[in-house]
């Protein structure tokens, strides 16, 4: 169940076709409605050609780090694009309206007891960087069962809708031991999970370990130690004063032997053979829970994985192309609607007050990036502080001849 007494973030939960939609329904512009669909049609066009650019430059510096390839370096450059790649895919989150999971709320959430009844641990050591990204944060509420389902309890947490997961292993040959994640040392892996809980974000990594609780413990160890003493004192008893008996003769405070015959061995064997199995079946046990925890985290993880490394980059990267186009539409839209121009602070408010009160969507608008689009594009005219949009038809000429400078080759000098 949903908490809506939450944060207002950036990111706005709805597709560019929706947004176009919600603003023709308005009824409000200005001269003739049909030509807002040419106009968006051209802008939404314009960023893709431009977001093209910042997909070519994040794959050449991913290339050499992607645990996936299929193909061959044929011109290796020899210069490590670490650097290069993590301020690509910084800058791609903060467009596609992502914000930072800090240090300390990732310690906070190491630190909460898990909602999936597990209990992880996550070695820090492996790694040479950690970035997490979340998108979608929202307050739920969950009923938790107890005591094998005799009680539950309702639990509150925080859930966040996207998280990106970028990590960096060490280049060291302890991180490629079998019981770790199948990649080579200094490998990168990027991962996109969805309705990932706060309190089990260490279920995300690579080298995520299972360790038992003082419950889970107590669970497996007190029925051992109870069906121990039984097995001791019932079918083992018997074996251990023989061997006492065996023991002290042998090592001289006894001075009658003991006699190895039929009887006796049948004792001797038998009580090692019940100890043997009493010991197997508590192995047993204690393996079997550990791998229905292990089943349980994977089916969780089964169904919270969206994409991995190279996919991910290009998820991310439609998700900025479409936060883009939002909220240049959006800012154009109001302020080509308003009577008088506006400032930023006004046109900021009334994008976020007709969103909440029409759409029952609360954000925090990104109206200096949207107005800083807008300018560049030479779509709205500055008046010191004030913003004024271009008349359609212009806007759609100016868009229309930028689109043709993109293809246009000819020297500056001989237009």
């Known amino acids: 169940m949903k908490n809506t007494n939450t944060p207002a973030f950036r990111f706005i939960p709805f597709r560019v076709a929706d947004i176009i939609e919600m603003c023709l329904k308005e009824n409000t512009l200005p001269g003739d409605q049909k030509d807002f669909r040419p106009f968006f049609t051209l802008l939404t066009h314009v960023f893709h050609y431009e977001f093209k650019n910042t997909m070519d430059s994040l794959k050449d510096a991913y290339s050499a780090m992607d645990p996936d390839t299929d193909t061959r370096i044929a011109f290796p450059s020899g210069k490590d694009s670490t650097g290069k790649f993590v301020t690509l895919l910084k800058n791609t989150l903060e467009k596609a309206n992502?914000?930072?999971?800090?240090?300390?709320?990732?310690?906070?959430?190491?630190?909460?007891?898990?909602?999936?009844?597990?209990?992880?641990?996550?070695?820090?050591?492996?790694?040479?960087?950690?970035?997490?990204?979340?998108?979608?944060?929202?307050?739920?509420?969950?009923?938790?069962?107890?005591?094998?389902?005799?009680?539950?309890?309702?639990?509150?947490?925080?859930?966040?809708?996207?998280?990106?997961?970028?990590?960096?292993?060490?280049?060291s040959p302890a991180t490629e031991r079998a019981d770790k994640a199948p990649a080579r040392a200094g490998a990168s892996m990027l991962k996109l999970f969805q309705n990932v809980p706060k309190a089990d974000l260490e279920m995300l990594f690579p080298n995520t370990q299972l360790r038992m609780r003082v419950r889970d413990k107590l669970l497996i160890g007190v029925p051992a130690l109870?069906?121990?003493?039984?097995?001791?004192?019932?079918?083992?008893?018997?074996?251990?004063?023989?061997?006492?008996?065996?023991?002290?003769?042998?090592?001289?405070?006894?001075?009658?032997?003991?006699e190895l015959n039929v009887a006796n061995l049948t004792i001797l064997f038998g009580g090692f053979g019940a100890l043997g199995a009493y010991i197997w079946k508590q192995f047993s046990n204690f393996k079997n829970r550990k791998l229905r925890f292990m089943q349980q985290l994977t089916q969780n993880l089964y169904f919270k994985n969206l994409d991995n490394n190279a996919g991910v980059i290009y998820r991310l990267l439609n998700d900025a192309e479409e936060e883009e186009c939002k909220e240049a539409i959006l800012a154009y839209y109001f302020l080509l609607t308003s009577k008088v121009p506006l400032d930023r602070q006004q046109l900021d408010y009334k994008i976020e007050q007709w969103l909440a009160e029409k759409w029952q969507c609360r954000i925090d608008f990104e109206i200096d990036d949207a107005l800083e689009k807008l300018v560049r594009l030479g779509l709205v005219e500055q008046r010191i502080n004030e913003y004024l949009a271009l008349p359609l038809e212009q806007a759609i000429q100016q868009l229309d001849k930028r689109w043709d400078d993109y293809f246009d080759h000819t020297p500056a000098a001989s237009r």
């Open 98 to 171: 992502y914000e930072a999971i800090t240090e300390e709320e990732l310690n906070q959430a190491m630190t909460k007891a898990s909602l999936f009844d597990l209990r992880l641990h996550v070695d820090f050591d492996e790694f040479s960087e950690v970035l997490l990204f979340c998108r979608g944060q929202s307050l739920q509420q969950q009923a938790i069962s107890r005591w094998f389902g005799l009680s539950s309890k309702t639990v509150e947490f925080i859930n966040y809708d996207r998280v990106v997961v970028y990590i960096r292993l060490k280049a």
């Open 226 to 258: 109870v069906s121990g003493g039984i097995v001791l004192t019932t079918k083992v008893g018997a074996t251990l004063l023989l061997m006492a008996s065996m023991l002290g003769f042998w090592f001289g405070l006894r001075q009658q032997p003991v």
